[in-house]
Structures are given as C-alpha cells and as structure tokens.
C-alpha cells in the first residue's frame, strides 16, 4: 500500500540555521515525489519535484531534496531558514498511472530569531 | 485573482444541514480533486475528475457527493453534514500530461465547522 511517513511533527529551528524535513514513502511503483509548503491561512504551493534523472532537486525559496532509493527516502533542505519560512510542509508521492497524490501528515516549521 | 477558487471560505452550519462548496479553476486543467485536511492526518482525498464525465471517488467518500457541471467548475457537497466533517477542504487542479500524475495546484481552502 502507498504511505508517505513525516516522522517530525513539529520542528524549530533558529533563523540562520540550516534544516532537514525528512520524509519516507511506500510505493509499489517507480514514485514521483513532491514537496508543498503551506503558509498560515493558504493553499499548498509546491516547492519541488522529483521525476528522474539527478537525485538532487532545486526549488523555489532556496529549498533543495534528494532522492535516496535505498532509504525511500526524499528529505527536505535549505541551508539558512529565513523567519518567513515559517509553515507547514508536506511529502506527497505520486507515480505513472496514477490518479492522484498520496500525502505526509505535514512537519511544522517554528522559527525562532 | 487566484487561479484556483473556493466559495465559500469559511463556513459554520448545524448538524443535518446540506452544505455546496463550489470550485472553479481558469487554469484550463482537465483534472479537479477535492482532498480534506485534518489537523495530524494530512490532505485525504474524497473525490476526483478527469473531465465532466469521469467522477471518481477517493479514500474518504462516505457522507460527500460531487458535480463536475463544466471542465472549470467542481463542486462539493454534504447532503446531511455531521460534526466529524469539520475539516479545512481543498480544491486542486492538474494538467494531464500522458498518464502522469503531476504538480497539483490548490485553491485557498475552505474551512467548515459543523455544529
């Protein structure tokens, strides 16, 4: 059965610190895998995804992940949080063929200055 | 103006009440879900479309019923709501591309408190 698994509930972290979300799935198919953040009061926006090819994605606000196969695993960067990235994040995983995405419980991110 | 649009953005009902939450979309996407989020579980899914004549239920369906009246407008509804269906609701789109399930995009969520 298809399961994305966000250990981390809530994390906090200084400005000026670096992060790491982590995220793992369980997928019976090659997975497609997404990062989304939402901010008090919005909607979902999407930080990232991987497809295939390099394991290692950008995306927008200075966020990177990287896929690792071996650990089915797809965890969150950035090296320097910023107040503003206060929100909550989630894992999403998805594949060929399928019809819709399979969600993490969200990880909230406090920063503290 | 948002390209993905949920009326209406807060609402407070009585238990027994029939409830619409309406979506439309200018992205000119074919396919439209409406995922429910609960504080601890994450976005669930009720129902999605793949165009006007293709409505398909998701993990969470019981108790939900939905429209899709055009390829831009999809819209939910609980014909009798109950207090456990108090959720933040979310409306999204994705562009279909091949069989891929890609990038969705969301409204801003509609949040309902049943009485």
């Known amino acids: 059965a298809q399961s994305v698994t966000q250990p981390d509930i809530h994390i906090t972290v200084s400005e000026g610190a670096s992060l790491e979300l982590r995220c793992n799935y369980s997928?019976?198919?090659?997975?497609?895998l997404f990062w989304y953040v939402q901010s008090p009061g919005q909607g979902l926006q999407l930080l990232l995804k991987?497809?295939?090819?390099?394991?290692l994605v950008q995306g927008i606000k200075g966020f990177e992940a990287e896929f690792k196969r071996s650990q089915s695993s797809f965890n969150l960067r950035k090296p320097s949080v910023h107040w503003s990235d206060a929100a909550e994040y989630f894992c999403?995983?998805?594949?060929?063929?399928?019809?819709?995405?399979?969600f993490g419980t969200g990880t909230r991110l406090t920063v503290i200055p | 103006d948002a390209d993905v649009t949920q009326t209406p953005r807060n609402r407070i009902t009585k238990t027994g009440k029939r409830i619409m939450l309406e979506c439309s979309q200018t992205?000119?996407?074919?396919?439209m879900y409406w995922y429910r989020q609960d504080p601890g579980l994450g976005l669930r899914l009720i129902y999605y479309?793949?165009?006007?004549?293709?409505?398909n239920k998701g993990e969470i369906s019981d108790g939900y019923s939905v429209s899709r009246q055009a390829q831009a407008k999809f819209s939910l509804s609980l014909e009798s709501a109950i207090p456990n269906q108090t959720a933040l609701y979310f409306c999204?789109?994705?562009?279909?591309?091949?069989?891929?399930?890609?990038?969705?995009?969301f409204g801003e969520g509609s949040r309902l408190t049943v009485l």
């Open positions: 999204a789109t994705s562009p279909t591309r091949g069989k891929v399930t890609g990038e969705l995009f």
């Open positions: 997928y019976g198919a090659t997975p497609y």
């Open positions: 991987y497809f295939s090819g390099d394991t």
């Open positions: 999403a995983v998805g594949a060929a063929g399928a019809n819709n995405l399979f």
């Open positions: 992205k000119g996407h074919d396919r």
């Open positions: 479309s793949f165009d006007v004549k293709d409505i």
